[in-house]
């Protein structure tokens, strides 16, 4: 089974930062695309940001220029350094990857277990 263990959430006060990262674990041939999700109770995942094997990134607009998405394909491993933030970032924070364990396999998505994000005023 492929495990995605995320850590570095919190509460922080408006303006600060926070980083988030997620570690992909298991047999594992390659990750594709990895991204980082938020949801807030009742409503629908977004998208925050994501990143290909490639390092190429995009991000919602309402993050750009204060988040900044990376990875490291060695250790397997996706980062959110997340700076100016806003009470309205506060959410669960997800992250997301498109794993392909074996060469006969497809691709499929997996899913880390969320890290609460509060920003207060």
């Known amino acids: 089974q492929v495990q995605l263990v995320e850590s570095g959430g919190g509460l922080v006060q408006a303006g600060g930062s926070l980083s988030l990262s997620c570690a992909a674990s298991g047999i594992i041939l390659r990750i594709n695309d990895m991204g980082w999700y938020r949801q807030a109770p009742g409503k629908q995942r977004e998208l925050v940001a994501g990143i290909t094997s490639g390092g190429e990134t995009n991000y919602a607009d309402s993050v750009k220029g204060r988040f900044t998405i990376s990875r490291d394909n060695a250790k397997r491993t996706v980062y959110l350094q997340m700076n100016s933030l806003k009470p309205e970032d506060t959410d669960v924070y997800f992250c997301?990857?498109?794993?392909?364990?074996?060469?006969?396999?497809?691709?499929?998505?997996?899913w880390g277990q969320g890290t609460q994000v509060t920003v207060s005023s």
């Open positions: 997301n990857a498109e794993v392909q364990r074996y060469y006969y396999s497809g691709i499929n998505n997996y």
